[in-house]
């Protein structure tokens, strides 16, 4: 375990970096050019910049965005921070400009004891039970989609699956039918939000703007997503007057009325667009990163169909089938080893502190890095292979750290979705899988670190079975 220790605990945490963590050596890294620091190379070139940091060690210091950060390689030190010394980082500023832009007041950028008090106000929507009857909807959903392709269609993998995973959030969460104009507005707010951070990089949007096209769109967009919200909110209070819903929407709209400890009125808006985004697009580049992988490996085909010959047969998959889809799981399980969605989790200490000897101050932040630790070749053979195969039980090295592996996060802030999260991914592809077949269109993915790790466009043929 990584030690960690404050500046004034007395502890030290190796020879290199003395008692006080504010006068302690910072990480090496490259030096960037004066002013911008690294944000040109981090920005235009996400995925090369971090091969680029990973040469320096497994705590690397670079300016970037305007904020001094530590990028992290060593799963060690993501246990720290994520896990055994939680309490002592917050999300911080990196993220809690993201939150201003999206929802200050929802579960996702929350701290301390309103973000306690939400989680565990919101956790009941996401037990077992509840995903057990979430279930039959994934599946139902994702066969009226395929059943709407033709034989040889070409189809972009991400618009279809961003619009699937929509659905299927807002039915089994909100209840709710969305139609294709209520995904239209959620789509185009995220793709404002996109183009406003892409364009100031994650921390220099926030002083005042001059009003752009793109702020204008961000703006616009935001308007729009909320007056739907209201929309929302209000339908589902006169109808809870007569019929008592046990959905997420009911379930804060109830709360919000009562004024119950748990969620309070004011944040009603912003759990929804929390859920609304966090819970589709992640799900949606994590289907598209999958088929992809699935039209390119013929092996790894071959043995999924086999899984689901044996325990699924003619008929489409159940919630009951899951814990036997092993091969399913272990698929899923490396393409999200391979290409994480969330690709970096933020968090800033709260005092200074020392962490592998180095000192981290309270305005560093820390960039524990998905991406970089679920490829690092001292955890992983061959990590830039796709093996679903690695994830057998007698092949894991007792040797490998647990957190070599995080694409859900970790400790109290893991993703609250999970659960949710892999019976989607399991039961989209296992239906997809006895109907369709892909044949890649695009060969190459144009990978880049947005706001999560986008693919690109990417085409497939779709080929019925
Ligand atoms: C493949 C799909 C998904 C991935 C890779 C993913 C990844 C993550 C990660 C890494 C975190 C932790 C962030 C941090 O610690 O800073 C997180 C948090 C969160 N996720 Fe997910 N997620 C996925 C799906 C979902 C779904 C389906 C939902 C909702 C239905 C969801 C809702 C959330 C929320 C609300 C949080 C914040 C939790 C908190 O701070 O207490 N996610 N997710």
Not at 49 to 74: H, M, Q, R, W
Not at 98 to 107: D, K, Q, S, T, Y
Request: charged residues 30%.
């Amino acid at each position: 375990m990584t030690e960690l220790s404050r500046p004034d605990d007395g502890n030290q945490a190796d020879e290199r970096s003395g008692s006080d963590a504010s006068s302690a050596e910072r990480p090496p890294g490259p030096s960037g050019l004066p002013v911008v620091g690294s944000t040109l190379t981090a920005g235009r070139d996400g995925l090369g910049f971090t091969d680029t940091l990973v040469a320096y060690g497994d705590l690397v210091g670079y300016d970037a965005f305007g904020e001094e950060i530590v990028a992290v390689f060593d799963p060690e030190v993501v246990e720290t921070v994520l896990v055994a010394e939680s309490d002592a980082f917050v999300k911080g500023a990196f993220e809690m400009a993201l939150g201003e832009l999206v929802a200050p007041e929802g579960l996702a950028f929350t701290e301390g004891e309103q973000w306690r008090r939400q989680r565990t106000a919101l956790q009941s929507s996401f037990t077992p039970d509840k995903i057990r009857g979430y279930a039959d909807e994934m599946v139902e959903r994702t066969a009226v989609m395929a059943d709407g392709w033709d034989d040889g269609e070409e189809v972009e993998l991400g618009d279809a699956f961003a619009d699937l995973t929509l659905r299927i959030l807002t039915r089994a969460l909100f209840d709710l039918d969305f139609d294709a104009e209520s995904g239209a507005v959620v789509r185009e707010a995220a793709d404002a939000i996109h183009g406003v951070v892409d364009r100031f990089g994650l921390l220099t949007f926030l002083p005042e703007w001059v009003p752009t096209p793109v702020e204008r769109r961000y703006d616009r967009a935001m308007t729009d997503l909320d007056a739907m919200v209201d929309e929302l909110v209000a339908e589902r209070r006169t109808q809870s007057a007569d019929s008592e819903g046990d959905d997420l929407l009911s379930l804060l709209v109830a709360a919000a009325d009562a004024e119950e400890v748990g969620v309070k009125p004011e944040e009603v808006r912003d759990q929804l667009v929390t859920f609304l985004f966090a819970g589709h697009e992640t799900t949606a580049t994590a289907l598209t990163y999958a088929c992809w992988l699935l039209a390119g490996n013929p092996d790894a085909r071959e043995r999924l169909d086999a899984e689901l010959d044996a325990v699924v047969g003619d008929r489409d998959p159940t919630f009951a089938d899951v814990p036997a889809l092993d091969y399913t799981e272990r698929f899923i399980r490396e393409a999200l080893r391979l290409y994480p969605p969330i690709y970096a989790i933020y968090r800033q200490p709260k005092e200074d502190v020392l962490l592998d000897g180095y000192g981290i101050t309270t305005d560093t932040t820390l960039q524990l890095s998905i991406y970089g630790i679920q490829r690092d070749e001292r955890w992983w053979d061959a990590p830039d292979e796709f093996r679903p195969e690695r994830w057998t039980d007698e092949k894991q090295p007792d040797d490998r750290p647990e957190y070599a592996y995080f694409p859900f996060g970790g400790g109290p802030r893991h993703c609250i979705g999970m659960r949710f999260a892999m019976t989607e991914l399991k039961l989209v592809l296992a239906t997809l899988a006895r109907r369709v077949e892909f044949e890649r269109v695009t060969e190459e993915l144009d990978i880049s670190m947005g706001l999560t790790l986008s693919p690109g466009d990417v085409e497939v043929r779709v080929r019925d079975v």
